[in-house]
């Protein structure tokens, strides 16, 4: 591998979306566009609108519940190589949710890769994470900053099984708010791992459950809030519920109960506080600040673009402690959001 510094860039940003000039083709576009390689389902991520869209074999059902019935979706397996323009591309597991992935472009002797998100840490939903060498690694930064750290994740199963518990002994709810793509399905299957109890999920959460099991991820059983009777208690209940629902009109049935959330942001106690949850729980379906910088290195990359997050610290030091020439790229996508 090698890189001209005065040939084109492979990929570059222009108002629809990261754009490969070479291939003429979008990855993760913002706006409408004719050509459109995705990395995975999140909304952020896959867009309405374009006229075609790539995206990996399991990504296929999550794309279609986004994208609508009408969209031309073509998927290809993991490592499974695409020329376009004369830029050879494949997709490979990028270790964030169901079916997310990596994007390898090869032009000549040259080698981009784009991250999307990603996470280094084992997940029982996705396959994990793959290094794939390259010249220039478009990396995300949402948790670039050295206080955010993982712990294990079984840990984290844990000490959500404890407070469920004892809200049981108490008779409350145990309402834990969670992103509905791969934040939810990761917290069934983590806790399937010590409890085979029914958990119940809101409507939203349920759909793109069905499509993990659909996938034959083993998660625990299920039931959705919209199919419980009228009058049903939750004491004692676990509920999986997206952030949007809290505070709403939603929550009134469960009566008494206590309201937690699960997000790498809950790593800083006063995200915790600030938002008014009972309980935080740090799950984070990106990589930390350790994996970031192991990311870095193990590609092999001599530039580094870090988009949405803490990019310009991310950029700052992997140039001033690992010599890597490294800066931001500004685009719009969110990482995981703090609301």
Not at 44 to 53: F, L, M
Not at 65 to 73: C, H, T, V
Request: with cysteine.
């Amino acid at each position: 591998m090698a890189r001209s510094a005065t040939r084109q860039p492979l990929v570059t940003v222009t108002p629809e979306g990261l754009y490969c000039p070479q291939g003429d083709f979008h990855i993760d576009a913002w706006r409408p566009v004719n050509r459109t390689l995705i990395t995975h389902a999140h909304g952020d991520h896959a867009r309405w609108g374009s006229q075609q869209y790539l995206g990996t074999r399991p990504s296929r059902g999550l794309l279609r519940k986004r994208l609508g019935a009408e969209a031309d979706i073509t998927t290809l397996d993991y490592g499974e190589c695409l020329t376009i323009g004369g830029v050879t591309v494949s997709f490979h597991p990028a270790g964030h949710v169901l079916g997310s992935a990596q994007i390898r472009l090869e032009y000549k002797d040259e080698v981009w890769v784009v991250s999307g998100d990603y996470k280094r840490d084992a997940d029982p939903t996705c396959l994990p994470f793959e290094v794939v060498p390259c010249d220039t690694f478009i990396t995300e930064a949402t948790f670039a900053l050295p206080i955010y750290r993982w712990d294990d994740t079984r840990r984290v199963a844990e000490e959500v099984l404890r407070w469920w518990d004892a809200n049981r002994e108490a008779g409350r709810a145990s309402v834990l708010f969670c992103y509905a793509l791969g934040k939810a399905q990761r917290l069934l299957a983590e806790l399937a791992r010590v409890t085979d109890r029914e958990v119940f999920v809101h409507g939203a959460t349920h759909a793109l459950v069905e499509l993990y099991r659909e996938a034959g991820v083993p998660m625990l059983p299920t039931r959705p809030v919209s199919e419980a009777e009228k009058g049903t208690s939750y004491a004692g209940a676990l509920v999986l519920a997206p952030p949007s629902a809290a505070g709403s009109t939603w929550m009134r049935r469960f009566g008494e109960h206590e309201t937690g959330f699960a997000s790498g942001w809950m790593r800083v106690r006063g995200n915790r506080r600030r938002r008014g949850y009972d309980r935080g729980f740090v799950l984070s379906d990106h990589a930390d600040w350790p994996g970031l910088l192991r990311t870095a290195k193990e590609t092999g990359a001599s530039r580094v673009l870090a988009t949405h997050g803490s990019s310009d610290t991310l950029s700052r030091y992997l140039r001033e402690n690992l010599g890597i020439d490294a800066a931001p790229l500004a685009t719009p996508f969110e990482g995981e959001a703090e609301d």
